[in-house]
């Protein structure tokens, strides 16, 4: 009998039914239990750096539903507050981080000091891994090495992107060594998130969506190649999702070049393109639309079973296209998880 958690089976490559199921930001705002911890918090990095009320974050949807998952409660911001950058969160806004001119912004901090820096994360991972049951895999994370890249370039998620992309056609050097620099303390943040108890590791490229494509190549696949490589070495054996959300046609390069064991998808992906153009046999998760789960009804219920019917040959982990929203119903993902495990 196979005693891994159904995740790692699937992440492994095997084919498990019903499949394991979990769901994007599913520790959050669509949980009245996690507002009444989040008000505790004087803010959103005390909440990410105060162990006990992370892991608790981590923990409250598994205890709810049941997932075959936790993902770590933490930011990938976080990586960029400790090389140095000043970071917020600002209500309405989202998160504002101290914009970079040069790569030499990002290097008055080792690597590895970084990483150090985040321990209050790996005793989060700690407890949380006492405390899940030993079917449910533990989930760490780390934003991709473009998508944190660009927060640092543009100094804040909601704009065009625009700046950033000029770097990658102006300043292609430059945006290298910045792309180096946070691949690096990366992999050792990564690397202790497994040393601390991470069964699976997943990387959030939530910006890759509309690059060119030399352009994808060169931001989305390089860095992403070179730090799963550089975690390979370092010893992490464990499974790596790669999420280049947007992907678009891009995505078969994506999965043959980078060297990840899973590939996350999003909303738009097609099913009959995905099984066509990836490798029979290499997991994918998602790819729900938020949305529909928060508007329920028959709509959800087909989509829920077309997914499942459509990778039932393939190593498949159900999950969302994007984060879960707060608006949320909680029942809609209650009848999520029902079809999903009694059909």
């Known amino acids: 009998m196979n005693t891994k958690p159904k995740l790692i089976q699937v992440l492994e490559g095997q084919v498990v039914a019903p499949p394991p199921v979990w769901m994007m930001r599913q520790a959050g705002r669509h949980l009245p239990e996690y507002l009444e911890l989040r008000a505790r918090a004087k803010n959103f990095l005390d909440f990410c750096y105060t162990p006990s009320m992370a892991a608790e974050a981590t923990l409250q949807p598994v205890r709810r539903y049941g997932m075959d998952a936790a993902i770590l409660f933490a930011d990938i911001l976080l990586i960029l507050d400790t090389v140095g950058l000043s970071v917020r969160f600002e209500k309405g806004v989202g998160p504002i981080v101290q914009q970079i001119d040069t790569a030499a912004d990002l290097a008055k901090v080792t690597p590895q000091k970084a990483a150090d820096r985040l321990s209050p994360v790996y005793e989060t991972v700690a407890r949380v891994k006492a405390a899940l049951p030993d079917d449910t895999a533990l989930i760490g994370f780390a934003g991709s090495p473009w ?16 700046l950033a992309w000029r770097w990658a056609h102006g300043k292609p050097d430059e945006l290298a060594n910045v792309l180096d620099l946070i691949s690096e303390a990366t992999a050792h943040y990564m690397a202790a998130q497994v040393e601390a108890g991470a069964d699976a590791l997943m990387l959030f490229d939530s910006w890759a969506e509309g690059l060119p494509n030399n352009i994808f190549r060169e931001v ?56 066509a153009a990836l490798p029979a046999g290499f997991p994918v998760q998602g790819h729900l639309d938020p949305l529909l789960l928060i ?5 959800l219920d087909d989509r829920v ?31 999520v998880l029902e079809i999903i495990r009694k059909g």
């Open 295 to 299: 508007e329920g009804g028959q709509r």
């Open 147 to 162: 998508t944190v890249g660009l927060y640092a370039i543009e100094g804040r998620g909601k704009t065009d992107k625009s």
């Open 305 to 335: 079973r077309e997914l499942i019917s459509a990778y039932e040959g393939r190593p498949h982990v159900f999950n969302l296209g994007h984060g879960i929203r707060p608006e949320t119903p909680i029942a809609h993902v209650e009848r």
């Open 220 to 275: 989305i696949i390089a860095p992403t190649k070179k730090l799963v490589a550089r975690l390979r070495e370092m010893g992490v054996t464990v499974p790596i999702i790669g999420f280049p959300r947007g992907a678009s046609a891009m995505l078969p390069e994506y999965v043959q070049e980078t060297g990840i064991t899973a590939v996350g998808l999003d909303t738009a992906a097609v099913p009959a393109f995905v099984n």
